[in-house]
């Protein structure tokens, strides 16, 4: 198979991220470059939710070698850092000049300068998901404008000098949660509060687990990010009635014990701690917007009793179900 | 309902009642009782208030009279005893139930702190600039939010939040009255907090009091109408049925028919 081989300095200007597109046939909707002929499948999606920051989400699926090959920027041009989540991990090969960069469930959030010189390829005929964020050294200072003297002292390194940055990192719990979030909702017609909202939580996320000390659980194996997430919609589609765990397991391909420890990794909670709880936010929920008897929602529910449900509503939100009900105005 | 008041404040001079300590942080009078609030301007149009105070004396804080230019309030509390809000006539009983509330600068709006109270509170507010640029002009979903917002001015907006959102407001509240976080962790997760409470208002979730009270009168004529066969239930049993109080029950009826529930009866028989 031939190896197609793109050199770029930057994808965040309307000129860049054009001949990106160009190059592979792609075609510009809004936002987005639109992806389905022989090269590759799918969307990239670039936002610039502030001056100086830019959000791309990719969701393709190539079918030839690919080889990018970001350059490094001209030394007179503005500093700017990047962070990438990659989320299929195994499935992209890095290397920093010539040297090979570890991609792997450890190692999957990349912290980088535009003076680095990077290769990115994929694996073929795999569909992946993964996003970066850019930013500016001028944007990254406003927004650190009054952080604390140890903090600016351990993010100075980084921007005073020309010296080259690659580093990896593993995506923390937050960071799956916010990256799932961007995953299933179509940001091009989110509201620009929720983009910088999400793009600030994974900056924010990124600094204070370097410079801060604040040391997430580390995952001990290799998440199946997407397999876990399928089994958290499974688990939501079946709030009636509890599937069981040995089905979710064979339905996304895992042994039930890697399903419990990777389920607990991500949620930071097991699965049926997790279950109830989603449960009883439903119970409330309806009970806000039907206005029905805790006997009713408790079988709609799957409870045979009232009081096992009632029970379980009161350790969960700490009043009755039907104190919601009595909620009164006078 | 009357509360005896040892203090009323606007929530526009609300640090009168606090002692200004720098660095954003303001300390409660220790006549009134002990704690923190701590202010932050995040962004042009953009303010947090984060509470954390115990209170020994009756305190009353009012809205303002919605002079100048428009804002909006949205408080999350994460803890709240002791507390009884308060909308025009309404007397708003559903704390801890009810733990978000959404006002405008021009909603009639009390809030009645009783000793001993604990509060524990996240205070946002923005312009209403702030939620044009950020919101309005920036996605057709939110095309139906500015009659929203225009209904804030006659009734506050409610919701209750998750246990996990709880704990995430209760874990920035303390944060920052321990000043332990860095100014940029405080607006990204304030912003995540405020994105995620838009959400929620654009997919309904959310109620106003005007309409829990139509919807517990609307409940109501729908039974009256489901069970027209002859069927007479006493007070007794539709407050059972509905889970609120007779005298509730009295009151609904009668905003409902005009009429008490026996003389409905009556008339009932009279013209069968």
């Known amino acids: ?330 | 309902m009357n509360y005896s008041v040892d203090h009323t404040i606007s929530f526009e001079k609300l640090t009168n009642i606090f002692t200004e300590k720098g660095d954003n942080l303001f300390i409660l009078r220790p006549e009134i009782g002990t704690g923190t609030l701590s202010i932050f301007n995040l962004e042009k149009g953009l303010r947090a208030r984060f509470w954390n105070c115990e209170f020994d004396k009756a305190v009353q804080i009012h809205n303002g009279n919605g002079h100048g230019k428009p804002y909006f309030n949205l408080a999350f509390f994460s803890k709240c005893d002791n507390l009884q809000l308060e909308s025009g006539h309404k007397h708003f009983k559903g704390v801890p139930v009810w733990d978000t509330v959404f006002i405008s600068s021009s909603t009639i709006f009390n809030i009645h702190i009783q000793p001993v109270a604990r509060v524990q509170c996240l205070g946002i507010s923005f312009s209403y600039e702030w939620i044009v640029n950020n919101l309005l002009n920036t996605s057709q979903a939110f095309l139906y939010f500015e009659k929203k917002l225009k209904d804030l001015n006659a009734e506050p907006l409610l919701g209750s939040m998750t246990v996990e959102d709880k704990k995430r407001v209760a874990d920035l509240v303390i944060g920052c009255s321990k000043k332990q976080l860095e100014l940029f962790h405080i607006k990204s997760a304030v912003l995540k907090i405020t994105s995620d409470f838009f959400k929620k208002v654009q997919s309904q979730e959310l109620v106003s009091l005007q309409n829990c009270a139509e919807q517990h009168t609307l409940d109501i004529r729908n039974f009256f109408l489901a069970n027209d066969n002859g069927f007479k239930p006493d007070i007794k049993t539709l407050a059972a049925h509905f889970a609120v109080s007779e005298s509730t029950i009295k009151r609904y009826f009668k905003k409902q028919y005009g009429t008490t529930l026996s003389t409905y009866h009556r008339s009932n028989n009279k013209h069968n």
């Open chain 1, 1 to 330: 198979m031939n190896e197609i081989h793109y050199e770029f300095r930057e994808l965040d200007n309307d000129a860049s991220f054009l001949s990106f597109g160009e190059f592979f046939g792609g075609t510009l909707k809004n936002q987005t470059l639109c992806f389905d002929n022989e090269v590759a499948k799918g969307e990239l999606t670039r936002l610039e939710p502030d001056k100086g920051l830019w959000l791309r989400k990719w969701s393709l699926n190539v079918y030839q070698n690919i080889i990018l090959h970001k350059l490094p920027a001209p030394a007179t041009t503005e500093k700017k850092l990047g962070l990438v989540y990659f989320l299929d991990p195994s499935l992209f090969q890095l290397k920093n000049q010539s040297r090979k960069i570890k991609c792997n469930s450890h190692h999957n959030n990349l912290f980088y300068c535009n003076s680095a010189k990077l290769n990115f390829s994929v694996t073929t005929g795999q569909p992946f998901y993964a996003v970066d964020i850019a930013f500016t050294k001028t944007w990254l200072l406003n927004q650190f404008a009054e952080a604390s003297d140890p903090f600016r002292m351990a993010m100075e390194p980084y921007l005073k000098t020309n010296k080259e940055i690659v580093s990896m990192q593993p995506c923390t719990i937050e960071d799956y949660k916010t990256l799932h979030e961007l995953e299933l909702s179509p940001i091009e017609e989110q509201d620009s509060l929720f983009i910088r909202s999400r793009v600030y939580s994974l900056v924010t996320n990124f600094f204070y687990k370097c410079f801060c000390g604040v040391k997430e659980k580390r995952m001990q194996c290799a998440i199946q990010y997407e397999k876990i997430m399928r089994v958290a919609g499974i688990l939501a589609e079946n709030l009636q009635k509890y599937p069981s765990i040995k089905a979710i397991a064979r339905e996304v391909n895992m042994s039930v014990s890697s399903l419990l420890r990777q389920f607990k990794l991500i949620y930071g909670k097991g699965i049926n701690e997790y279950y109830l709880e989603k449960k009883m936010e439903l119970a409330k929920k309806m009970m806000y917007e039907n206005r029905t008897t805790v006997k009713a929602i408790a079988q709609a529910l799957g409870y045979k009793q009232a009081s096992p449900f009632i029970e379980r509503f009161i350790k969960h939100h700490g009043f009755s179900p039907g104190k919601i009900l009595k909620t009164s105005f006078e």
